[in-house]
């Protein structure tokens, strides 16, 4: 009767690692995409309030 519990708590076990497997795997691959996301935005998009460099230098004082 003992080697019953014992078979029944190791496949709990087994089963919550592969669960908690299954979880850590859907947040890591959510987070890649957050970062790919953000990636795209600053890299490859254009800004609309982006200054351009010839109208500061017009804007500047001095000698």
């Known amino acids: 009767m003992s080697k019953l519990?014992?078979?029944?708590?190791?496949?709990?076990?087994?089963?919550t690692f592969i669960f908690v497997g299954y979880v850590a795997t859907?947040?890591?691959?959510?987070?890649?995409?957050?970062?790919?996301?953000n990636y795209i935005k600053?890299?490859?998009?254009p800004e609309e309030n982006e200054i351009e460099p010839e109208k500061s230098e017009n804007k500047s004082k001095g000698f």
């Open 5 to 15: 519990s014992e078979i029944d708590l190791g496949s709990t076990l087994l089963s």
């Open 26 to 37: 859907a947040l890591v691959i959510i987070r890649i995409t957050i970062i790919g996301i």
């Open 42 to 45: 600053v890299n490859f998009l």
